[in-house]
């Protein structure tokens, strides 16, 4: 019902930027928030930020707070993340996700990889 895209990712050193994209598709009109997460070799998927757009908020991670923005372009479907400062930390698969019902994220993307060298 819903299909999404991620682009975006990459190669970079510490410090550098990059901005992802998801494009979605689909039974976009019931979509109640989006997010991004991220998952490395060896650990769990974990939350990385998401906006909500029924009683709007937007919700960071702790470790990318102040590095990372999350925004949309609703005329195109399209989620962005764009990651500031980047640390080898931030290496790992990012994943865009769609919560249709407010009951949890329930649609993903099949990721960019991201690899921050140092």
């Known amino acids: 019902q819903v299909q999404l895209v991620e682009s975006g990712g990459g190669l970079v050193q510490a410090g550098d930027s990059l901005r992802l994209s998801c494009a979605a598709s689909?039974?976009?009109?019931?979509?109640?928030?989006m997010g991004w997460f991220r998952q490395a070799p060896g650990k769990e998927r974990e939350f990385v930020a998401a906006?909500?757009?029924?009683?709007?908020?937007?919700y960071y991670a702790d470790s990318v707070k102040g590095r990372f923005t999350i925004s949309s372009n609703n005329a195109k479907n399209t989620l962005y993340l764009q990651m500031n400062s980047l640390k080898p930390e931030d290496t790992a698969v990012y994943y865009c996700a769609a919560d249709r019902s407010g009951s949890g994220f329930d649609y993903w993307g099949q990721g960019t990889q991201v690899t921050v060298s140092s």
């Open positions: 906006i909500r757009w029924i009683v709007p908020s937007i």
């Open positions: 689909g039974r976009t009109f019931s979509r109640y928030a």
